[in-house]
């Protein structure tokens, strides 16, 4: 760890490098498929929390990869990684993929760093993205494989363009990039998901919310999340407003 370190810095720093252990045992060809995910789910989860538990001994942890330990529910700060973000994407050579370091304090997402390593990017909350001017038509993020019907409604309503992506880190970040405005999720996610991209999003200016409006809460006995909308603000009241009006078939 380098003297001094920051949270941001941390985070930055260990998203990174996983990305790069990941990229790096892609590349050998060793493992295709399933397979390479599992490898690189185990090798980058294992550098991370080395490191964060070397760097911040104090703190607790909660990894998709880790068995998990209610102890941390004790401690303000607890750091929520996501070693690799859209395993299947990953297995299959694409690049909507991510790595998810997050810290959230007294339950809320507070420092977050999530790296696009097929991309060569990492974003995070210390060094907020300037926003760019909203898409014409506007563009809505939807899972590549299970668009959600809610999303596919308010998408029909508002007039927005469907784009289908992998993991939600790379959507929530394909917002944050400007590349889209809207990811409006209801499938279901747990806190590794979705809280080092809130994290980013909330620090570049973006609306963040459960989908029914209220604040997105980390560090909870069940790590369930079932929902979430990440848009720009102006959007935001609009997106919320129609997603409470969907009826399922």
């Known amino acids: 760890m380098a003297a001094g370190e920051s949270d941001e810095q941390l985070a930055e720093r260990l998203a990174t490098a996983a990305g790069a252990i990941l990229l790096e045992l892609r590349a050998r060809g060793e493992f295709e498929g399933k397979a390479l995910g599992k490898a690189g789910d185990e090798q980058a989860n294992a550098m991370l929390c080395r490191e964060i538990r070397a760097a911040r001994p104090a703190d607790a942890l909660l990894s998709e990869e880790e068995k998990d330990n209610l102890a941390r529910r004790d401690n303000l700060r607890v750091w929520i990684v996501d070693p690799l973000d859209g395993t299947r994407e990953y297995g299959e050579g694409r690049n909507d993929w991510a790595v998810h370091v997050a810290l959230a304090v007294g339950g809320v997402a507070t420092v977050g760093a999530v790296a696009l390593p097929g991309l060569g990017v990492t974003l995070t909350s210390g060094a907020p993205v300037p926003l760019r001017p909203a898409n014409s038509p506007l563009r ?33 970040m394909a917002v944050v990039r400007g590349e889209a405005d809207i990811y409006l999720h209801t499938g279901g996610q747990y806190e590794w998901d979705n809280c080092a991209p809130v994290a980013v999003a909330q620090a570049a200016g973006l609306h963040v919310s459960r989908v029914d409006g209220a604040p997105i809460r980390y560090n909870n006995a069940d790590t369930y999340l079932p929902d979430l909308l990440i848009c720009r603000k102006e959007l935001a009241e609009e997106v919320l407003r129609l997603a409470g009006e969907f009826t399922p078939a």
């Open 140 to 172: 809505m993020l939807v899972s590549r494989t299970r668009p959600a019907a809610e999303a596919v409604f308010v998408a029909g309503k508002i007039g927005a363009e469907l784009v289908g992506m992998g993991s939600a880190g790379a959507k929530a």
